[in-house]
């Protein structure tokens, strides 16, 4: 019986240290989500984009365009996105999933559309411009690397602009190619 008792004690013992301190941890974990998910959450949603393109330069004519973002949380640290536009009597389908890799400490992506190439990106958050910038790593339809840089700024609860940059291969600067207003529909 005394035998028993030590050893209930000991079990009794063990378990609460390890309720403990998992509680512990589970404590520290919610304590230190990044605010990078802040982010994600506010983003979930319908939005309505007014699309302006340069393709031939800032200095040409832009072409203007609309289109839908549709963003559903995939989890705590993911978002689906799914972007539909049409121009020209042609659909454009983008999707892409992004979210905080606790591993490397930033937000990440990945992004398709119609093109036999996958984007992936890595981005940082500036809490006080309320500003993401994404490095962009993607393909040509040919096959060739391209980078870009994309900045997201959070203007208000319900709009927000993204600029994308294209680095020109002849003078090794980004310029601006695109931007896109969004404004949340109620």
Request: glycine share 6%; aromatic share 8%; with cysteine.
């Amino acid at each position: 019986m005394k035998h028993s008792l030590v050893s209930f004690t000991r079990f009794a013992l063990v378990t609460a240290v390890v309720l403990l301190g998992n509680s512990a941890r589970a404590e520290d974990k919610e304590k230190s989500k990044p605010v990078e998910l802040e982010l994600i959450k506010a983003s979930i949603g319908v939005w309505d984009a007014a699309c302006e393109v340069w393709p031939q330069g800032r200095d040409k004519e832009s072409v203007k365009l609309k289109g839908v973002e549709t963003n559903r949380a995939y989890g705590e640290y993911w978002l689906a996105s799914d972007f539909e536009s049409e121009f020209m009597g042609q659909v454009s389908k983008v999707h892409s999933i992004v979210g905080y890799d606790l591993n490397q400490g930033k937000l990440v992506g990945k992004i398709i559309d119609h093109g036999p190439y996958m984007a992936t990106m890595t981005g940082d958050y500036d809490q006080k411009a309320k500003t993401i910038t994404w490095t962009t790593k993607v393909k040509t339809s040919s096959g060739k690397p391209m980078e870009q840089k994309t900045t997201v700024t959070l203007k208000s609860a319900d709009k927000r602009l993204l600029v994308l940059s294209m680095l020109n291969q002849n003078t090794k600067k980004f310029s601006e190619f695109m931007r896109i207003t969004y404004t949340r529909r109620k």
